[in-house]
């Protein structure tokens, strides 16, 4: 019905940068919320960045100020700027979207950001 796919992952020093993507396709279902969780390994999920179909925006604290989610809700489509690397932002990413009327969430396969000192 809908799938999530990521893009943009990879290996970068300490201090870099990456644009992550995520491009919902398959579905025309409206979605409530589009964002962006981690795993580290050893470390449950959690939440990274999240932006509403009315525009709301949150962040984790330990991203705020370094990460910048945008997206467009009529193409289904998020990003994720992360500027400022750390070692601690190594994980794999998972782009989440809510489908509206059911509240079921999607998933994505998940890409892979591993920062080194």
């Known amino acids: 019905q809908v799938q999530l796919v990521e893009s943009g992952g990879g290996l970068v020093q300490a201090g870099g940068s990456l644009r992550l993507s995520c491009a919902a396709s398959g579905s025309l279902f409206r979605f409530t919320a589009m964002g962006w969780y981690r795993q580290a390994p050893g470390k449950q999920r959690e939440l990274v960045a999240t932006i509403t179909s009315s525009g709301t925006i949150d962040y984790s604290d330990s991203v705020k100020g370094r990460f910048t989610i945008s997206g467009d809700n009529a193409k289904r489509t998020v990003y994720l700027r992360m500027n400022s690397l750390k070692p601690e932002d190594t994980a794999v990413y998972y782009c989440?979207?809510?489908?509206?009327?059911?509240?079921?969430?999607?998933w994505g396969q998940g890409t892979q950001v591993t920062v080194s000192s």
């Open positions: 989440n979207a809510e489908q509206a009327v059911t509240r079921r969430p999607y």
